[in-house]
């Protein structure tokens, strides 16, 4: 089994080659991009994915070199947290970027210039969707054991909310460029055809007649310059929105997975707070039995108390009772006897002066 830093990317690359927080590029995202050495308006500069993701290789870091068991360590777990924040971060910045490159592209006049911001544009989506797939794989990884670890379940609930906020603005943004780029669609398509009704230019917008519209206006005569530059706008507005539209399916994909496997593990998550009530049931009445038992317990002891205070009491009346009978049998004993020494005193005098006389 390979270790996390061979396992292949997107590309077939590995993490390694891949880190998207290595810096190999250098990239400061606070840079200006139309000014500087390292814009993106630079003369001859490097494109944003050389080096790092051109190709489409983007995934994330290492494990530490953790196990195929993933982060089986709570160590490991939280390791692995921080680095899909890190990549969801990541994912921010790059629809920051996206967001910028959209707005050049439609305030873009030099032809060279332009092809160079879609350049740009193209790889950074490209990286930038890789990224989301990644992301994507791998909270639905931690998803996986958090149903069977509750405590770790707090950290992947944020993650996914996270993640998902992250794809709900990104899918804004690409909306909000799709409007905009078929809106000067519709300009340049008023250019070529001033007289065109509302409809026309929906039409045109739409299914991507526009182009032939502006070809035929240029084998024309009338408006020959304008419409050649309008078809040039065209055809990179079409493509755009072509992309966009393909960005957006993507996205809607991923939203999908992250539900579907909500759906899958729902059973067990059900299972698990089953249990949990199950668990907190039977602790509440454990506490119910153990305080009758305890109150029990003091029953008796009380009345065992209450058995021996009678038990002494009898006892003790007993012994007084007892003792008063003993009393009258001794003194009725000393009385006879005090009789009896006085009979024997009497017959004595009696028969002394008997003998006397």
């Not at 709900?168 to 001033?194: D, G, H």
């Not at 755009?240 to 539209?245: A, L, N, T």
């Not at 108390?305 to 001794?330: D, F, K, T």
């Amino acid at each position: 089994m390979p270790s996390n830093l061979q396992r292949p990317g997107y590309g077939g690359g590995d993490y390694r080659q891949n880190n998207p927080y290595a810096q190999q590029d250098n990239y400061n995202p606070h840079d200006n991009y139309g000014g500087g050495q390292g814009g993106y308006g630079a003369q001859g500069g490097q494109d944003y994915n050389q080096g790092s993701a051109a190709t489409g290789n983007y995934e994330m870091t290492s494990m530490n070199n953790s196990g195929p068991g993933g982060a089986d360590s709570q160590q490991e777990f939280f390791g692995e947290v921080n680095e899909l924040r890190e990549g969801i971060d990541q994912v921010k910045a790059n629809i920051t970027r996206i967001e910028s490159l959209h707005q050049r592209s439609l305030t873009d006049i030099d032809e060279s210039t332009s092809s160079q911001t879609q350049h740009q544009l193209d790889s950074l989506v490209a990286e930038t969707s890789a990224l989301n797939s990644a992301l994507a794989n791998r909270i639905r990884g931690l998803k996986g054991k958090a149903a069977t670890d509750p405590s770790k379940a707090p950290q992947v609930n944020n993650l996914d909310r996270s993640f998902k906020d992250v794809l709900r603005k990104y899918q804004s943004v690409e909306a909000t460029f799709q409007k905009r780029a078929r809106e000067q669609m519709a300009r340049q398509y008023r250019i070529v055809r001033p007289d065109a009704t509302e409809q026309e230019v929906e039409e045109a917008c739409s299914d991507g007649q526009g182009q032939q519209i502006f070809s035929q206006a240029l084998l024309s005569g009338n408006r020959r310059g304008e419409a050649r530059s309008a078809l040039r706008e065209v055809q990179a507005r079409h493509n755009e929105i072509q992309r966009i539209e393909k960005t957006i399916i993507e996205l809607a994909d991923l939203f999908t997975q992250m539900e579907q496997l909500v759906i899958e593990q729902e059973a067990m998550v059900e299972n698990i707070d089953q249990r949990g009530q199950e668990v907190s049931t039977n602790v509440a009445k454990a506490q119910e039995e153990i305080g009758m038992a305890v109150e029990k317990a003091r029953s008796r002891r009380r009345k065992k108390w209450w058995c021996l205070l009678i038990v002494h009491y009898h006892c003790n009346r007993h012994y007084r009772i007892s003792g008063h009978e003993n009393q009258r049998h001794v003194v009725k004993a000393w009385a006879s006897a005090r009789r009896c020494r006085s009979a024997q005193k009497h017959w004595n005098e009696k028969y002394f002066f008997i003998y006397i006389v």
